[in-house]
């Protein structure tokens, strides 16, 4: 197997705040690698610094050989043609009907006709449960639906590369296993490479194939859910465990009070 998408000493700072430090990794052709941190950690960043959205300080990311921060911009579009990234907050145009936001890219570069483009935005549409959704706007979608259209938009060109901010926050139970089986759907049948933030754990260890914990900017495991599930490091365990208490938050949590103090 090769290496689809190469993260090789990424560093980021905002001013004096170091956001990330030397993140290295590889994601094969096929795989479906999840990233998981806590809220802050520079895990949108990374994303973006992959997409080419952003410039790291150090380092570089590779996809499909070619080195991103290299590129010039025609050649930077070409190959975000190859990657559908659904974003954290959908991101969808406003002004736009569902399905003008899905067919979008399509009618952009694609040499598609409007029906093939009407077929295609509907068998996405299909797939993330909003079949017939097609005239609405994004204002009179829930906070769900509008993931569901953003990353009915992401798979609309039938990228290589998925690449999914939190693809399931704010979806119910139900929909976030709907999302995780497209997610491996699209990795069965197409082979699509992909990296899925998430702090669903267990979406999490349904779709990966390798699992990463980022913490304090740099990647702290990097392995197939079974071994990360028993990985002893402190951190890992109290992210699995889900606990205010341990090395995981910044600020240390207030001490536990027990109920009779909390009565007083
Ligand atoms: N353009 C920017 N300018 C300045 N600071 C930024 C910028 N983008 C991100 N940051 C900072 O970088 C840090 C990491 O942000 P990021 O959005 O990557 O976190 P995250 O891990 O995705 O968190 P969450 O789980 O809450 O989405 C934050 O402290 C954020 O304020
Ligand atoms: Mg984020």
Redesign the pocket.
Known sequence: MSAVIEVANIS?S??P?V??KNVNFQVEQGESLVVM????????????IIMGL?EPDGGHVSVDGKIIQQLSIPELFEVRKQIGMCF?MAALFDSMSVAENVGFALKRHTKMSPKEIQIRVDECLAMVGLKGSDNLRPSELSGGMKRRVGFARAIALKPKILLF??PTTGLDPVMTDVIGRIILDLKHELGVTSIT?T?DLKSAFAIADRVAL?FRGECIAIEKPDAFKVNPHPVVQQFLRGDADGPFLQDPPPPKRNRQEANV
Do not use: A, C, N, W
């Open positions: 980021k905002f001013g705040k956001v990330l941190g806590g809220s802050g950690t520079g895990k949108t960043v990374l994303l973006r952003l954290q901010d939190e933030i702090h980022i």
